[in-house]
T-cell receptor, first 109, second 114 residues
Framework: AQRVTQPEKLLSVFKGAPVELKCNYS??????LFWYVQYSRQRLQLLLR??SRESIKGFTADLNKGETSFHLKKPFAQEEDSAMYYC???????????FGSGTRLQVQP | ETGVTQSPTHLIKTRGQQVTLRCSSQ?????VSWYQQALGQGPQFIFQ???????GRGNFPPRFSGLQFPNYSSELNVNALELDDSALYLC?????????????FGQGTRLTVV
């Protein structure tokens, strides 16, 4: 069975500090990995997907199949990055998303 | 392009009752998925509909059922409500097939079972 693990419930950093939100997965096939973000009082929205290899709002994530990880990184955190972040895996057959339990990022001034 | 909308936004029901939640998918999307998000947890997949047929189901009992209509809107029905059904229910729409898209989420329906 597929599984997504986000080990940290809360990550608190100061503005300008580097950020790394951890995500590990287990899946028997070739996964599609995503990061979703939920800002206060807003709906869940896609931040980035591994196949696009983009940098969105300064965030990047690299799929490491050897370590089965898809950690989200940003070199310099901003206060507006404070939000709930969910890592998700998509089953290519069923196309359903399996989410981790989420990490709340707090960026302090 | 209109986004995904869900109704109602909040709902309180009594244990044992039945509830219907509604979702209007984004224009051009043909797939709707429903998720349950308990407090402090990530969303959990309930089921997915593609062209009016169930196209996958998560680990939820049969009292969770759904429909998709020709305009690709969808309903989630829950029978014999239990206290543990209290959660935020999210609908997500996407387009499967050529040029398939990411999933776009609605704002959710918060269901409280008392």
């Amino acid at each position: 069975a597929q599984r997504v693990t986000q080990p940290e419930k809360l990550l608190s950093v100061f503005k300008g500090a580097p950020v790394e939100l951890k995500c590990n997965y287990s899946y028997s096939g070739s996964p599609e990995l995503f990061w979703y973000v939920q800002y206060s009082r807003q709906r869940l929205q896609l931040l980035l997907r591994h196949i696009s290899r983009e940098s969105i709002k300064g965030f990047t994530a690299d799929l490491n199949k050897g370590e089965t990880s898809f950690h989200l990184k940003k070199p310099f955190a901003q206060e507006e990055d404070s939000a709930m972040y969910y890592c998700a895996l998509r089953d290519t057959g069923r196309r359903a998303l399996t989410f981790g339990s989420g990490t709340r990022l707090q960026v302090q001034p | 392009e209109t986004g995904v909308t869900q109704s109602p936004t909040h709902l309180i029901k009594t244990r044992g009752q039945q509830v219907t939640l509604r979702c209007s998918s984004q224009s051009g999307h043909n797939t709707v998925s429903w998720y349950q998000q308990a407090l402090g947890q990530g969303p959990q997949f309930i089921f997915q509909y593609y062209r009016e047929e169930e196209n996958g189901r998560g680990n939820f009992p049969p009292r969770f059922s759904g429909l998709q209509f020709p305009n690709y809107s969808s309903e989630l029905n829950v029978n014999a409500l239990e206290l543990d059904d209290s959660a935020l229910y999210l609908c997500a729409s996407s387009r499967a097939g050529q040029g398939d898209t990411e999933a776009f989420f609605g704002q959710g329906t918060r269901l409280t079972v008392v």
